[in-house]
């Protein structure tokens, strides 16, 4: 309709199958400045429908409704909008969380030729509150604002605490100030440090100058219950004078309490930054950054000192300790090929809980440079003997590195199981990151296995204990020794641990004193072994094999006719010793074997008979049913020792007490006694005394010239003597 110069629209529609736009609305004439006024309103079911229109993923349902006028000619209005939306989403993850529910907006603004006034803004999503009002003119302007959180989560379920925020811009973009400040309540951003030091409650205020020339900080702080910050400047100056202060490293280093402070200049520019910062604090910490920073690329140098302990968090199942001090550049883009200088570790620690060791007096030098590192380093290990690592390590993937390590008599023990000395030289070729070769050759030394009494042989088989009501710390130790942690024969017995996939071309050469005890067993095994395969997929080859060796069980002494130790696929020696005996026609034998750490005993003979009739024989050179009760009793501890219950014995303990190699009490058939000790008095030489009872006594000598050529001589009390070239091959 027209009329009084006028045009009414009363009712304008567009409907679709979900999704509809109404209207009422009145054009004025040219006098009054082609004004509009009127109602829109907007529905739509299903807002995916406009997603390529829109450019996002859009999704959900909402209604927008539009009340007020307008002037096309002088731009002002007096509008008020209302929205109210159900299961928004725009495809911004955190944003997406907040608008899953009803999201509700109220505005309300005018704007004439004073200026434009916002006289209402209010959004509500989830736990999202955000308010807004004021006037921004061309004179001046006052607007403020305000949000509010009540919980992190909403956005990101790692992150947590309430948080609430209030903006105020006074003045105009020539001559005017900008303030922000925020309140939050016990933040979380899902990373364990940086959470312990937002504890309690966070204000952030931030006050910059608008000028001619864009905006300049004039002051910003950060003070929260464990970190403080300022940063200060002054309108029309770039320099900002920074101070910081850790309320308590020991919130991120525990052994380490105290206050660690910040201080120094940044003065922004375009596109960059240039910067003169220091760091002091415990843990040895004094750390100075400068230089300039623009883009993707920086021209730094950062010198100091700090202890390796602080490391540790990221290090894990490591424990580092020590004083280092760092010498570093960094020119040209922000990575590792552009680092260049020195790092040093003096008097460092290492403890690696998972197998048991650690380092001490540790030196280290590394020399960076052109996208390598150049490493030089030298430690001594607790338990006794010296490490030493040369050659250089390339900084970026796949990390393609040269090491030379050498092992020089290492002390390696489990008090269950073994107690050895390793020397050689290693090698560790390639890509650490991939493929690399470990090659090399081990010696080893005096080594004593024992083979294991009954109960836990080590505590990897404290792994099936199911833990009840334990606390973090108590998890963290767990994990740190690898107890519990995983499943037993999962991990690296698999290959399936994550470590390194290295090949493998090492030689063990174990020729002599690899000594076996335990369960009656006094046993001396030599031989050499070739590690082939993978670290994940060992393929060895060779064996340990017996020497001299005897099975003890009552005071019978059985010569062993076979022992060995074969490396099998996960490292744990596989055992395998047999001893047999003959009397009046029947063969008996005791079979130990299994791998090392919990072997298995059988009895066999022949003709075949059931395995307690093969001990009888073995002990008492008769059936089960002809033995009287003490035998019977006898036979009961036989078994028990050889299940690992009977203790190590007095033989045993004396031949500790003495410090040799063997001892051996032997009884004849006739019921006479002697006694033979034997010690190694040199790598090769093996020097053995045999007393009887008469006090008739014997020297034996032996001495291996090489690899299955030995010489072996005797001197007798009575001048009986003899020497015979002796030569042994495998076939």
């Known amino acids: 309709r027209e009329g009084g110069g006028a045009l009414n629209l009363p009712q304008l529609e567009l409907r679709g199958a979900d999704y509809s736009a109404s209207a009422r609305l009145r054009v004025e004439g040219l006098d009054s400045g082609l004004n509009t006024s009127g109602t829109v309103t907007l529905k739509a079911e299903d807002l995916s429908r406009f997603a390529a229109l829109a450019g996002i993923d859009l999704g959900g349902a909402g209604e927008v409704v539009l009340e007020g006028e307008a002037s096309r000619l002088s731009g002002a209005f007096d509008v008020v909008i209302t929205a109210l939306t159900q299961g928004l989403r725009s495809g911004i993850p955190q944003a997406d969380r907040l608008t899953a529910g009803e999201t509700r907006l109220a505005l309300s603004a005018v704007r004439d030729e004073t200026g434009t006034t916002l006289r209402s803004l209010d959004l509500t999503a989830g736990g999202l509150a955000v308010t807004a009002g004021g006037k921004v003119s061309s004179k001046g302007s006052d607007l403020a604002g305000q949000v509010s959180l009540t919980d992190l989560s909403a956005l990101d379920p790692t992150w947590g605490g309430g948080l609430t925020a209030d903006a105020r811009f006074t003045g105009t973009p020539q001559n005017g100030t900008l303030t922000l400040s925020g309140q939050g309540r016990n933040l979380r951003v899902g990373q364990a440090e940086l959470d312990r030091l937002l504890t309690g409650q966070t204000a952030v205020a931030v006050t910059l100058a608008a000028r001619d020339d864009g905006f300049f900080l004039t002051e910003a702080r950060l003070d929260g219950s464990n970190l403080q910050a300022v940063a200060q400047g002054s309108a029309g100056s ?14 991120l280093a525990a052994d380490y309490p105290g206050p660690v402070s910040l201080s120094g200049r940044l003065t922004p520019m375009a596109g960059g930054a240039t910067m003169d910062l220091r760091v002091l604090g415990p843990a040895a910490i004094d750390m100075r950054v400068a230089g300039r920073v623009g883009g993707d690329t920086a021209d730094l140098s950062v010198q100091g000192t700090a ?30 090929s552009s680092l260049s200088g020195r790092v040093t570790l003096s008097g460092g620690r290492v403890a690696y809980p998972l197998t048991g060791f650690s380092l001490n007096r540790t030196e280290v030098l590394v020399d960076l440079a052109a996208g390598r590192g150049q490493v030089s380093a030298t430690s001594e290990l607790t338990t006794g003997g010296r490490l030493r690592v040369d050659g250089s390590i390339g900084l970026t993937p796949p990390l393609n590195s040269t090491l030379d390590v050498e092992l020089q008599a290492l002390h390696l023990r489990d008090p269950e199981l073994y107690d050895t000395t390793i020397s050689g ?39 099936a204990i199911r833990h009840i009501n334990d606390t973090p710390a108590v998890r963290t130790t767990r994990a740190r020794a690898g107890v519990g942690t995983r499943a037993a024969g999962s991990g690296d017995r698999d290959g399936t641990d994550g470590g390194p996939d290295w090949a493998l071309d090492l030689l063990i050469d174990a020729p002599n004193r690899i000594f076996l005890r335990g369960r009656g067993l006094d046993a001396e095994l030599g031989g050499q072994v070739r590690l082939g395969g993978t670290l994940r997929s060992v393929s060895p080859s060779g064996a340990i094999d017996l020497i001299r060796g005897r099975l ?23 055992l395998t010793v047999v001893a047999a005996n003959e009397t009046d026609g029947v063969t008996s034998m ?30 008492f050179g008769r059936g089960l049913d002809t033995i009287s009760p003490l035998q019977a009793a006898q036979l009961a501890n036989a078994v028990a020792v050889l299940a690992g219950r009977g203790g190590e014995g007095i033989i045993s303990r004396l031949r500790k007490g003495f410090g040799f190699d063997d001892l051996d009490v032997q009884t004849a058939e006739d019921g006479t006694t002697s006694v033979s000790a034997g010690k190694y008095i040199a790598r090769n030489v093996y020097t053995e005394i045999e007393v009887d009872q008469d006090g008739q006594s014997q020297i034996n000598l032996n001495l291996d010239l090489k690899r299955g050529l030995t010489v072996k001589g005797r001197v007798a009390s009575d001048g009986d003597s003899g020497i015979g070239i002796f030569l042994e091959r495998d076939y």
Not at 238 to 251: I, M, P
């Open 552 to 574: 003890d069980l009552l005071g019978k002494r059985l010569e062993l006719s076979e022992a060995s130790l074969v490396l099998e696929g996960d490292l744990v020696p596989y």
């Open 238 to 251: 770039e320099d900002l004078q920074l101070t910081g202060r850790l309320r308590d490293l020991s919130l």
């Open 307 to 336: 202890n390796a302990a602080l490391l540790n968090a990221t290090a894990e199942p490591l424990t580092l300790a020590g004083a280092v001090r760092v010498d570093l550049a960094l020119r040209g883009p922000f990575a590792l």
């Open 590 to 619: 005791v079979i130990i074997e299994g791998p090392a750490n919990a072997p298995e005993i059988t009895f066999s003979s022949m003709p075949e008979m059931p395995q307690e009739e093969v001990l009888a024989w073995l002990l």
């Open 425 to 463: 030289q290693l090698r560790i070729a390639g890509p650490l990151l991939g493929r690399a070769l470990l090659s090399g050759r081990l010696t080893v030394g005096e080594t004593n296995l024992i083979v294991p009494s009954t109960g836990f042989a080590s505590a990897a088989d404290l792994g």
